[in-house]
């Protein structure tokens, strides 16, 4: 087993690293260990593209449970990204979390804040190679855990405690349902590997109702972890409580992550008619409610949370055409948009606050940081020229594609309500007066990040081939075309 | 390569004002130099020749066949010409320091209503001593390079819309106006700006992805051989009868629907009015003048020659719909009591005539629609300013406040006249020889719904339109410019010195046509006797 697994190997010692020299070293600065993360991280994503090719399609031993497919190398570069990108910001974010830790030395907590989510990426990074239902599992739990410090890292905040309590709670009870789904589908075809339970579900006496109750128990774990319509109700009071950095990862990482294991779970049961009908009904709803409740919020942390929700119908409705590519291009551009929004929402909220109003007039103030969020905006709103448009137009093109009417008609009626919520943002940016004046310091790192964020989305707005390239040749889209 | 550079000259521009060069001597040059590569590509063209000329293309996707791909045809390239006059004098008129040079000021409390009329009541009252110093040279501020950028980047999707044959471009380009459109209305917009602006991104938002909807469909209603986004592709295995009647009619009207909200088709009209009323009049020219006839354009580019079943079968809504364009709107015209307002109604009830043109479905009707895009984008292009001048100086356009400014304003006056004149359809402006081909081709359509010749009496209820026309232009003009002014317009300067030279561009290339129309109609032959006759 050399090449990919060795990658997580990497990252779950680089944790380790960090948190032996936060725990000795104590004189150094603690943002030193986000630098070194990042760099350790980086060097990992250079790995990535220099993999052995993955052994043959013969599932024995190791790779029975583990894969390193293209889907799989692919999904693993996202989690190391976003982990990139959250550090950059949580670097940003760190005088609030000495302010809301208790501790012997100013910089109390910061080091533990920086290396919970290495840990986190190995757990994404599992996720995405995972093929076996106790693999799922294991790596789905090192994600939620390491989650479970981080939603309430910043302890002396009563949100963000809130927000741990629903989170661990919630989280813990869509585990219990994630369990009891596993052991019923166990229960019907004997096994917990995708591809022989596909093979097991096939077979012609096999019994299709308790497979498909196991799989809508998965499901309901699932449609936690992507917020979908109706498991979505923990997410706007814990992205709204949790540590913004941790929102973002959240909203990124772990939604993400979601779509990966629900693109592996689902291959074996759309063979089943009932599980697509099941889909479109819950992607329907979660377009509906996502886009709907986004409309009147008037904090942009809470709107970004009803936007996730939104996003996750935008995916779903991918997930449901079978378009696999679609939606990795989709979760690109959403990592872009969501992150760059997230960086700018850091940097103004520590002057300001994480309200809309508290945008007002930021284009008089910090020019660049409004831009990037204008750009951002667009991007979420679907505007082409923007990753977040051709991320749009692959999941209309897939419903049309597979004449699913409804989804493409509820889809654009939700599309037009995104419109106003994301421009909501623009207008306060460029049509009210300031309430405060004064230039928004922004850190040379942070500009130069948010910089290749909007390079990237305009990049892959106009030329989406790379990320398409890389998403070829994997199982899902095989499974599209036929 | 010249339409690289057509396209990209006014965008780089743009984003060369945000880093800092100075705004409007950069606008004015970028816009210049669009115009004038424009008129070359224009003289350089070759009328016979029935294919796209000037193709450059680069290759972005081979699995989406999805290239970079820009041309233009006699079609294409009178929108190019139209996007590059309007540009130019939108750029010349425009002047940010009016208004509300500080979006922040005025915020809240002037939500609605005459907000204008309070922040520019001290212009009013004390004359126009101070105009000339405000005119001309204008403090580089932030918000100024946004104000010019933003006219830019919408004439960057303009052109880049007419100049793509692609159609994802073509799409895609006519979407970067949405946020610029946005930004000028509710940051430099005048009257009830905040809901105008809301109104027409929401209205051109959801236009916008219906289109979007009806575009992917005709994409994949091709079969997969002949897929692709290029229009010539798709042309070609639409004449090849590749498209069935089945999957043309849905395709059809998604297309009518979406198209139609961008050009303010009735019922999808009523962002129109409002926006233009409260655009700055530089992001009126240029969105009245231009960018709503993007849609017309579409129709014109895709609808028509690709799906002729879906034509005919949808022909009776479309007169239906124009119609209410011509009659409903015209009448509603007729009411208003706001100069803008009038002008933005008259705006939108033009638009039936194009669409009477489009729907004739044969040459002559199709020759006048595209020619009468191009006239009424000119003459509202000047129309729109004129006013925008006359608000800068009365701070109002209610009716009933102006009167005789004839008298202070000749030249205005007079510029207003020709565009009126123009805009009604008075023989020697294009307007003319326009309509009057769009009526004769309508009446000549041998459509007929079991034996009912709809298109004739469409025809003769749509002449009625001439007269609405006459009626309310006459009536603004009348009660703008004629009769007695009241004491405090006396000290009020006349539009002078450099402004003159847009409104000549705008009217010698309105009489130009209507003298010689044969310029315009010799390029466009060719492209739509193609459409007729390869079936």
Redesign the interface.
């Known amino acids: 087993m050399t090449g990919a697994p060795l990658l997580e190997i990497a990252v779950v010692l680089l944790g380790l690293t960090v948190l032996l020299v936060e725990a000795f070293a104590t004189t150094i600065d603690k943002r030193s260990l986000a630098i070194a993360s990042i760099v350790g991280l980086a060097a990992v994503l250079v790995a990535t593209f220099f993999l052995p090719s993955p052994p043959p399609a013969e599932a024995t031993g190791f790779w029975s449970f583990y894969t390193a497919d293209s889907l799989a190398i692919f999904f693993k570069r996202f989690a190391l990204v976003t982990t990139i990108l959250v550090l950059i910001m949580m670097i940003d974010y760190a005088p609030i979390v000495r302010q809301t830790i208790h501790g012997a030395t100013h910089q109390a907590g910061l080091g533990e804040f920086f290396a919970i989510p290495l840990f986190t990426c190995a757990g994404l990074m599992w996720m995405a190679s995972a093929v076996d239902f106790v693999m799922i599992f294991v790596s789905l739990e090192v994600v939620t855990m390491s989650f479970y410090v981080l939603v309430a890292f910043t302890r002396r905040n009563p949100a963000s405690l809130e927000a741990g309590v629903k989170y661990l709670i919630l989280s813990a009870l869509s585990t219990g349902f994630l369990v009891y789904g596993i052991t019923w589908i166990f229960g019907v075809t004997g096994e917990t590997n995708l591809a022989r339970i596909t093979a097991a579900l096939s077979a012609a006496n096999v019994e299709r109702m308790p497979a498909l109750f196991g799989m809508a128990l998965v499901l309901v774990a699932l449609g936690f972890k992507i917020a979908a319509v109706p498991f979505q109700i923990w997410v706007p009071d814990v992205y709204q409580g949790a540590p913004t950095p941790v929102t973002a990862y959240l909203s990124v990482g772990s939604k993400a992550a979601g779509f990966v294991v629900l693109l592996r779970v689902l291959e074996p049961f759309f063979i089943l008619p009932e599980m697509q009908k099941l889909l479109v009904v819950v992607a329907a709803l979660t377009l509906i409610y996502g886009n709907v409740a986004a409309l009147p919020q008037t904090n942009l942390k809470r709107l970004l949370a009803y936007s996730s929700i939104a996003h996750a119908g935008y995916l779903l409705v991918g997930v449901v055409s079978l378009a696999g590519s679609a939606v990795g291009f989709y979760l690109v551009s959403y990592l872009l948009m969501t992150m760059l929004s997230f960086a700018v929402l850091i940097i103004v909220s520590a002057q300001t606050g994480d309200r809309i109003e508290d945008f007002n ?1 930021l ?2 103030r910090a ?1 660049f940081l409004s831009f990037a969020m ?1 750009i951002a905006m ?1 991007s979420l ?5 923007t990753a977040g ?1 051709l991320g749009k ?1 692959f999941i ?2 897939a419903a ?2 597979q004449h699913q009417t409804m989804l ?1 008609v509820v889809g ?1 009626i939700t ?2 309500c995104g ?2 919520y994301y ?1 909501k943002v ?2 306060a940016m ?5 309430a405060t004046t004064g230039a928004v310091p922004v850190s040379q790192f942070s500009r130069v990040t948010i910089g290749a964020l909007i390079a990237a989305i305009i990049f892959l707005g ?4 790379p990320v ?1 390239n890389a998403l070829r040749s994997q199982p899902v889209t095989a499974s599209a075309t036929r | 390569m010249i339409l690289l550079f057509i396209v990209f000259c006014p965008l780089l521009a743009a984003l060369v004002i945000l880093l800092g060069a100075p705004a409007r001597t950069t606008a004015m040059a970028a816009a210049a130099l669009t115009l004038l590569a424009s008129v070359a590509a224009f003289i350089g063209f070759d009328g016979a020749d029935k294919g796209f000329s000037y193709v450059t293309s680069l290759p ?4 989406w066949r999805l290239n970079f791909t820009l041309g233009v045809d006699g079609l294409s390239l009178i929108m190019v010409l139209l996007t590059a006059i309007v540009t130019l004098a939108a750029v010349w008129f425009a002047d940010p320091t009016r208004g509300h040079p500080e ?3 005025t ?1 809240r409390d002037l939500t609605h209503g005459e907000s204008r009329t309070a922040t520019t009541g001290t212009i009013n009252s004390e004359g126009a001593r101070s105009f000339g110093a405000l005119r001309q040279p204008q403090d580089d501020t ?1 918000g100024t390079r ?1 104000f010019y950028a933003c006219l830019l980047f919408i004439a960057a999707g303009a052109l880049g819309a007419f100049a793509s044959i692609d159609m994802f471009f073509f ?3 006519h ?2 106006a ?2 610029p459109t ?2 000028l209305i ?2 430099w917009g005048s009257g009830n700006r ?1 809901t105008a602006a ?1 109104k027409i ?2 209205y051109l ?2 236009g916008s ?2 289109l ?2 009806g575009l ?2 005709l ?2 209603s091709v079969p997969e051989a002949a897929r692709s986004f290029d229009m010539r592709v798709l042309q070609a295995a639409a004449s090849a009868g590749q498209i069935s009647a089945e999957a043309q009619r849905p395709i059809y009207l998604l297309l009518l629907i979406g198209f139609g909200i961008l050009i303010s088709l009735f019922p999808f009209h009523t962002w129109a009015p409002e926006a233009y009323a409260s655009a700055p009049a530089p992001a009126a020219m240029l969105h009245a003048g231009v960018l709503k006839k993007f849609g017309l354009y579409g129709l014109l580019r895709i609808a028509v020659p690709m799906l002729p079943e879906g034509a005919r079968h949808w022909a009776w809504l479309l007169i239906i719909l124009l119609l209410g364009n011509i009659i409903y709107v015209g009448l509603v015209t007729i009411a208003q009591k706001r100069l803008d307002w009038m002008l933005g109604y008259s705006s939108v009830m033009h638009m039936g005539y194009i669409f009477l043109g489009i729907a004739s479905g044969n040459v002559l009707g199709i020759n006048g629609a595209a020619i009468l895009i191009f006239a009424h984008g000119l003459s509202i292009a000047l129309l729109f300013a004129i006013a925008g001048e006359v608000r800068n100086r009365t701070g109002s356009l209610l009716l009933e406040d102006l009167g005789g400014l004839g008298k202070v304003m000749p030249l205005a006056g007079l510029a207003f006249g020709l565009g009126a004149f123009a805009s009604i359809g008075l023989p020697g402006f294009a307007n003319f020889s326009a309509e009057a081909m769009v009526f004769f081709g309508a009446f000549r359509s041998g459509f007929d719904m079991n034996g009912f010749h709809i298109f004739q009496v469409a025809t003769v209820l749509a002449l009625w339109g001439v007269v609405i026309s006459a009626v309310y232009m006459l009536r603004a003009y009348r009660a703008t410019f004629m009769g007695t002014m009241p004491d405090r317009w006396a000290g009020l300067p006349d539009i002078g010195g450099k402004l003159r030279v847009p409104i000549v561009l705008l009217v010698a290339a309105l009489l130009w046509i209507g003298f010689f129309p044969q310029t315009f109609v010799r390029v466009l032959t060719p492209t739509f006797q193609s459409y007729f006759t390869a079936k």
């Open positions: 007039g284009s008089s020019p204008l667009a709103a679907g505007i082409p020229f448009f137009f209309f093109d049309i594609r493409v654009v599309v037009a419109f106003y421009l623009v207008r460029y049509w009210e007066p300031a106009v030329y989406p081939q398409l | 972005i996707s081979a699995e979006p922040a000021k915020a932030l946004g799409y895609a380009f979407e970067l949405l946020i946005f930004l509710g940051i905040y809301w991104t929401i938002a959801t992805f219906i979007l909807l992917i469909m994409y994949r």
